[in-house]
C-alpha cells in the first residue's frame, strides 16, 4: 500500500468528520475554544491539503470540490432547525481550503523527493 493511498483515506475520513460536525445537533458538535472560524479554517485547511497531496495531478477538481463542499454543507445547514448558514462562515471554509491546496501545491513543488516517496510502493520480500 502506497502513502498515498493512506492520504487518500486521511482526506476521505476528514470529509466524513467535518460533514458530520457541521450537519451534527450545535451541542454534539465539538470545540476547540471561542475562536470558530479558526476551526473552521484550519479543519478546511487541513481537507484541502490532504485532497491536493492525495490527488496531486487533480488540484482544478480538489479546488472545485472544496468550494462545493464548503458552499453545500453550509446550504444544508439551512434545513437544521438548531443550526445557521452564513455566507461569512462559507468564505472562511473557502479561504481555509484554498490556503491548504495552495500549501500542498507548494510543497510538491519545492520538495519533489515528497512526491517520489508518496508514490513509491512498499517491497514485498
Known amino acids: 500500500m502506497t502513502f498515498r493511498r493512506v492520504l487518500r483515506a486521511l482526506a476521505w475520513f476528514t470529509l466524513a468528520f467535518i460533514t458530520y460536525v457541521t450537519l451534527s445537533a450545535i451541542e454534539l458538535r465539538p470545540r476547540m475554544g471561542d475562536a470558530v472560524h479558526l476551526e473552521r479554517f484550519g479543519a478546511f485547511a487541513l481537507l484541502g491539503f490532504l485532497f491536493a497531496a492525495a490527488y496531486p495531478k487533480r488540484i482544478g477538481i480538489v479546488l472545485l470540490l472544496t468550494v462545493m463542499i464548503a458552499v453545500g454543507l453550509e446550504f ?20 481555509g481550503g484554498v490556503c491548504g491546496i495552495a500549501a500542498s501545491w507548494l510543497a510538491a513543488r519545492l520538495l519533489p523527493g515528497l512526491t517520489v516517496f508518496l508514490d513509491r510502493k512498499r517491497r514485498t520480500r
Open 76 to 95: 444544508f445547514q439551512l434545513l437544521s432547525p438548531d443550526r445557521h448558514a452564513r455566507l461569512g462562515d462559507a468564505l472562511v471554509k473557502i479561504g
